[in-house]
């Protein structure tokens, strides 16, 4: 069960109490008992891309990370969503500023439920139009690799892993549909 993280409302920072809503709510929620704020609580949308490059998409853009959680780990671009932007303008925004890469949008590839931590990643497949890079600093290095130099003990998180491998795997038949899932 997804345990919420919520001390203080953030309306009027009075400690708040984690109950059942008087109006019929089934779940528990942070309740401001001085100011009666409900703070409702929902999954946050990760967006990002398999940017590939060479003319099979035989190659596949890392990002070795520079910030907590996971330092030093790789992963593919991604972060989470902003207001006011769509899930393919965050995964394009999201490949700039981690990779400094020039990316060609594909499709939705994974859509992978992380019920556990209250997330949802989606990837969308991207061409590379450059394989020149430029990280930000969230970022130690962007590097190409092939499928047999991918560090499959060295990745961030398991949605990219699965995502990884679903790619490698569809690329040998050079089909690509969507493929929606849950990460435990
Ligand atoms: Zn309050």
Known sequence: MFRSQIKHCRACGTAVAHRLPDDG?????????SCHTVHYENPLNVVGTIPVWGPGGEQVLLCK???????????????????GESTA????????????????????????????????????????????????????????????????????????????????ADRRTGIFPVHAGDIQ
């Open 25 to 33: 709510d089934t779940r528990m929620r942070a309740i401001c008992p």
């Open 65 to 83: 990370r520079n910030i907590e959680p996971r330092y030093g780990k790789w992963t593919l671009p991604a972060g989470f969503m902003e207001l």
């Open 89 to 168: 303008e965050g995964a394009v925004r999201e490949t700039h500023e981690e990779a400094g890469a020039q990316i060609e949008l594909q499709g939705l590839f994974t859509l992978l439920n992380v019920v556990r931590v209250g997330q949802v990643h989606m990837y969308y497949r991207a061409r590379l139009l450059s394989d020149r890079f430029d990280p930000g600093h969230e970022t130690q290095e962007a590097r190409l690799f092939h499928e047999s130099e991918i560090p499959w003990d060295e990745l961030a998180f398991r949605t990219v892993k699965e995502t990884l491998e679903l790619y490698f």
